[in-house]
């Protein structure tokens, strides 16, 4: 059985920076790629970050030059640098698993979804 579990979530200050983590479990995912969505409150789901298999990342322009998504291939993780947060991150943060880089950024789509972990940032 294949899962995607999110941590680090936390309560937080405008400015201040929070790492999420991403463990996979149940099968290996060294050449899909692995990405970051967020939905905040009354917003729908949106697509944040991805890096591909071969380390090639892309970001949402909204959190390109704060956040650093990395992967950790040993370890079966993915993880997700927030700087400088503002209250606009508030929302809940999903790890994502795809096949297909391409997919997941364009259409926000992919074969595995994590729970969710809560980064809610205060003004």
């Known amino acids: 059985q294949v899962e995607l579990v999110e941590s680090g979530g936390a309560l937080v200050q405008a400015g201040d920076s929070l790492t999420l983590s991403c463990a996979a479990s149940?099968?290996?995912?060294?050449?899909?790629?692995m990405g970051w969505f967020r939905q905040g409150p009354g917003k729908e789901r949106e697509f944040v970050t991805t890096?591909?298999?071969?380390?090639?990342?892309y970001y949402t322009d909204s959190v390109k030059g704060r956040f650093i998504v990395s992967r950790d291939t040993a370890k079966n993780t993915v993880y997700l640098r927030m700087n400088s947060l503002k209250p606009e991150d508030t929302a809940v943060y999903y790890c994502?698993?795809?096949?297909?880089?391409?997919?997941?950024?364009?259409?926000?789509?992919?074969?595995?979804w994590g729970q969710g972990t809560q980064v809610t940032v205060s003004s």
């Open positions: 890096i591909t298999g071969s380390g090639y990342t």
């Open positions: 149940g099968r290996t995912f060294n050449n899909w790629a």
């Open positions: 994502a698993a795809s096949p297909d880089w391409a997919t997941m950024r364009v259409q926000s789509r992919a074969d595995y």
